[in-house]
């Protein structure tokens, strides 16, 4: 067993930051391109990494956290982001095995299902929260950009975080 499966506070500290911040990215304001491209879903691409590299590192309490903060910042009803990020935890935790040692193309397609399953989820939970059929389009083309930023964050992730290995507890 490597080292990776013994989180200390200074990665579980990491996790909970990099995912507070991209949680406060995504309700910022942004106006990406002019407006034309959604503010991409930055949560669930650091749920995924955490999940495949260092699932002990990012406990479902903060995920959970983190999703009724982005509710409460959203000023949606209480649960919808907060469902939806565990269920993507739950989703990448249960696959992570499958995705060990994988290459780029098959973690952003397997990122890319994941963020669709999440959203589509969203989708149908704000739905009925709202009482009526939402438009599909922008949830989708708001999963695309998740998507196509993906790489990069994986990029990012291995070069910096996927390298540092937590010491040991005697």
Not at 65 to 90: E, K, N, V, Y
Not at 128 to 153: A, D, E
Request: one cysteine or more; charged letters at 10%.
């Amino acid at each position: 067993m490597d080292d990776r499966h013994f989180p200390t506070s200074g990665t579980i500290s990491v996790a909970a930051a990099l995912l507070i911040v991209s949680a406060l990215l995504m309700v910022t304001p942004l106006n990406l391109f002019g407006g034309n491209v959604p503010t991409p879903v930055l949560p669930l691409i650091v749920i995924f990494l955490y999940g495949l590299d260092r699932p002990g590192s990012l406990p479902p309490a903060l995920t959970f956290g983190t999703g009724l903060m982005m509710d409460l910042l959203f000023g949606a009803a209480l649960g919808p982001w907060a469902c939806i990020l565990l269920f993507t935890h739950a989703l990448i935790i249960w696959q992570r095995s499958y995705f060990a040692g994988r290459d780029t193309v098959v973690l952003t397609t397997g990122f890319g299902i994941a963020a669709l399953a999440g959203m589509f989820f969203f989708w149908i939970i704000m739905s009925i929260v709202m009482q009526r059929v939402l438009p599909l389009g922008g949830v989708f083309f708001q999963t695309l950009v998740t998507v196509l930023l993906f790489p990069l964050c994986l990029t990012v992730f291995r070069r910096t975080i996927g390298r540092q290995r937590p010491s040991m507890v005697a």
